[in-house]
């Protein structure tokens, strides 16, 4: 059964299992996603589900036909609409929650797509990890160029910069997917969510929580504490 929920990034920290091997972890929190509406393959060509995201927000904050939306079917307002992926299986009317606790499982290995930090403009040397110029010998100043741009030794050969050439620019920002991360544990009390590894996208920011198409057996990782809940 393919699944797909929303989290939002809390921050990392380290626990230990009980081997005493300290292990990497990502802390999310389940958002609120309520059913707006069910759309179905037969109707629409593919199934998903139409969820509103996050707490209930003032109906300032959201353009009437947004807001069109939550009225049509008398729920409350909020932040933001969205779709998931739903593959038909589990069935879901308008209004009901879709909760994470009961869709994934300890030991599970998913995947997590989120939008990485956003660096501005870089170099080439930070961009796409050149080497530096050397410092002495007569090397001469910039140390931080990237070198040559053009292909060619003159005669027939073409002494141009190539599209796509690798050079200074844009940085980050851009979807990024994760595979094979484990559920390490659930807390439904303080509702948190342990992922060994990291994650793309900065604190607070949300990211999607999806099942592998492949699936893979359970491993449940034998942990030594589960309360270490320290932002990095």
Not at 138 to 143: D, I, K, W
């Amino acid at each position: 059964m393919y699944r797909e929920v929303i989290c939002q990034k809390i921050g990392m920290s380290s626990i230990f299992n009980e081997s005493g091997t300290s292990l990497p972890v990502t802390f999310l929190k389940p958002v609120a996603l309520q059913v707006l509406e069910v759309k179905t393959k037969d109707k629409f060509g593919y199934n998903s589900l139409v969820v509103g995201v996050g707490e209930e927000c003032p109906s300032r904050k959201l353009i009437k036909p947004v807001q069109g939306q939550f009225n049509k079917n008398s729920l409350p307002l909020r932040r933001k609409i969205t779709e998931l992926k739903w593959d038909g299986e589990k069935e879901y009317k308008v209004g009901e929650l879709v909760e994470f606790h009961s869709l994934f499982q300890e030991g599970e290995k998913i995947k997590v797509q989120g939008i990485t930090r956003g660096m501005g403009f870089t170099g080439a040397i930070k961009r796409w990890n050149f080497a530096t110029s050397p410092k002495t010998h007569g090397s001469g100043y910039p140390h931080r160029f990237q070198g040559s741009l053009e292909t060619g030794r003159g005669g027939r050969s073409p002494q141009k910069v190539w599209k796509g050439k690798k050079m200074s620019g844009h940085m980050g920002h851009e979807t990024c997917t994760i595979r094979n991360l484990k559920i390490l544990y659930i807390d439904t009390d303080k509702s948190l969510i342990a992922i060994k590894g990291s994650i793309p996208g900065r604190k607070k920011s949300l990211v999607r929580v999806r099942s592998l198409h492949k699936a893979k057996p359970l491993v449940p990782e034998k942990l030594l504490v589960k309360n270490s809940t320290k932002e990095s």
